[in-house]
């Protein structure tokens, strides 16, 4: 760890000068391994998601070519930060301005932006409007379609991956990475798109009642991230009508996947599970974390959390109040429009556009998380082999090594694993840093060994009858007793109808949101899409709550309005 950054901390750009940890925390929250940045995100993620920045026509290539690294997004401290500047670009050319896309994507108040002439360019926009007319209408994505059935294949034609060479092993994993690549392409369109239903909806009622704007918006219907908590909310059925097996989740979860063996129709459903849904898992974007496949007690931990559940609240049953209260909510907003009918024919198309590209922006999300993980299975098998062999102190501590180093290791094994120890001790020292929200080259990035430590900074306690303001993320109102959650691995505490108050959330977070009776969130926004499946799921959620996990203590009663973001302190 240099004086000024980490190991694998990219340039940031003078054109597109600012990066904002928000609507980044829900993607990668915590500091990347180093094989993660290196193998996969900066040759391969940042140029895809760069190409799909060009495909929306919001940028010509020529703006990126001189670029060092692709402007959509770099890494600072080690942590992903998303370009802000490049998004309130695309705002900019699109006609609804950059203080809209800030509302859509990252919440909370930001540095303003310093309009230059290149951002305006009227070829590009007269195109983008076409392509707004496309957003608001089209019911296909047929690309997306086509990288659904080529990350599928990845699975489905995996090689058996124990009969592999080491060299082999590597290789089959970066054969990969130009899908992977193709897939952020579409990535990026869909989560671009998907603030122009939000955006046209916010012009249309923000003023008359922001808070309709979440209401409208609802349910899509078909979120891939969802997908996974439904199944496992079924798993959790048969663990409730098995007495037998009930007893084996009372004991503990430790060591529960080698007790299952005689419980044949609960272990065949698992193993069904974790072939369909075993590619999600916590900070499932980088290829050194832990999955539900590589880590099956993470899945069994939510399993048990859900179990505790009647049948009365599934999540179905959840799915048709939010529907109800969609319906309702869409009634209010065409009478504030008062017989306006273009307004009105607005605001079904627009409401409609968020729902299908809040869908979209999963199925992106799931394709490319598919694939990255089939890269992370051959590593992860790698790295078996060399710890089985003492070339490694743990399998972890392989994403501790840079892509170039991989060749290093299949050539020598041994010559690394003191450089990796080492390396893996000052990794672990990122997760203490008291992150800015807020990187700019206009100003400097400030080096690393000047950023405080988080138990540096002192936040101020809530008491009875604060409001915390965040942003509406989920509508509807719910009360209920404070619990704070920093990871998935952590839940043993966590009791079904308490509020789960997290530094963040990522898909793997969703099936908690099932046994929360609401969800409060230190970073994120509208368009994050953790809170579009808290939308599928039916659960309230204040997204952007700032130092909420610092500031409400566990116990605390209160009242979360997704609605409009508010968090209210009942008692403590």
């Not at 009969?163 to 899908?179: E, F, G, K």
């Not at 993980?373 to 089985?388: D, N, P, W």
């Amino acid at each position: 760890m240099s004086e000024q950054g980490w190991l694998i901390d990219t340039k940031p750009s003078r054109r597109f000068p600012l990066y904002t940890r928000l609507n980044a925390n829900d993607v990668l929250p915590d500091p990347i391994t180093p094989l993660g940045a290196s193998f996969s995100w900066i040759p391969h993620i940042l140029p895809g998601w760069a190409a799909g920045c060009v495909a929306l026509d919001a940028f010509l290539p020529s703006e990126f070519v001189d670029e060092s690294t692709a402007p959509v997004a770099g890494f600072f401290y080690g942590h992903l930060y998303v370009n802000q500047s490049n998004a309130r670009i695309v705002g900019i050319r699109a006609g609804i301005g950059w203080k809209a896309i800030d509302a859509a994507f990252f919440s909370i108040d930001s540095p303003p932006h310093d309009e230059t002439p290149e951002d305006v360019n009227p070829l590009l926009s007269e195109r983008m409007a076409a392509r707004t007319q496309w957003v608001l209408t089209t019911e296909t994505f047929p690309e997306l379609e086509e990288e659904r059935l080529m990350a599928d294949r990845c699975r489905t034609q995996r090689p058996d991956l124990g009969s592999l060479t080491p060299a082999a092993l590597v290789m089959y994993a970066r054969s990969l990475m130009p899908i992977e690549r193709l897939c952020w392409r579409s990535e990026a369109i869909a989560g671009n798109q998907a603030a122009t239903g939000p955006a046209v909806l916010s012009q249309l009622l923000g003023e008359a009642d922001p808070s309709l704007v979440v209401q409208v918006i609802g349910q899509a219907g078909d979120v891939d991230s969802a997908a996974p908590s439904f199944a496992l909310w079924e798993l959790s059925r048969t663990v409730r009508g098995d007495a037998a097996l009930t007893a084996e989740f009372d004991r503990s979860v430790d060591g529960l996947a080698d007790r299952l063996e005689g419980f044949r129709t609960f272990t065949t459903a698992f193993a069904s599970f974790l072939r369909d849904f075993g590619y999600r898992g916590p900070s499932e974007w980088d290829l050194g974390a832990d999955s539900w496949e590589t880590r099956p007690e993470l899945a069994l931990s939510l399993i048990d959390r859900l179990r505790q559940l009647g049948d009365e609240v599934a999540p179905a049953n959840k799915q048709k109040e939010r529907e109800r209260d969609a319906t309702a909510a869409m009634q209010r907003a065409v009478m504030l429009l008062d017989g306006n009918e273009a307004a009105v024919a607005t605001l079904h198309l627009a409401a409609a556009s968020a729902r299908r590209f809040g869908s979209w922006r999963e199925r992106a999300k799931t394709n490319c998380i598919k694939v990255l993980h089939e890269s992370r299975m051959a590593l992860t098998e790698l790295a078996r082999r060399l710890h089985a062999e003492g070339h490694l102190d743990s399998p972890r501590q392989l994403f501790m090594a840079t892509d170039d180093e991989l060749d290093i290791l299949i050539a020598e094994p041994g010559r690394l694993k003191q450089v990796l120890i080492e390396r893996e001790q000052a990794w672990k020292k990122l997760f203490l840093l008291e992150l800015p929200t807020f990187v700019d080259s206009r100003t400097g990035v400030v080096p690393l060994d000047e950023l405080p430590r988080k138990t540096q900074v002192a936040v101020e306690p809530v008491k009875p009858g604060d409001v915390l303001i965040g942003g509406p993320a989920s509508a509807g109102v719910a009360r209920g007793r404070a619990r704070i959650v920093y990871d998935t691995a952590s839940i043993a505490d966590f009791q079904p109808g308490e509020v789960l108050i997290a530094p963040q959330t990522d898909p793997s977070w969703t099936p908690l949101f099932m046994v929360a009776s609401a969800v409060i969130v230190d970073v994120g926004a509208l368009g994050s899409h953790a809170m579009i499946v808290s939308r599928e799921l039916g659960i309230p959620c204040a997204a952007g709550v700032r130092y909420a996990t610092r500031r409400i203590p566990n116990g605390a009663e209160v009242e979360v309005d997704g609605s409009t973001g508010r968090v209210t302190i009942l008692s403590l």
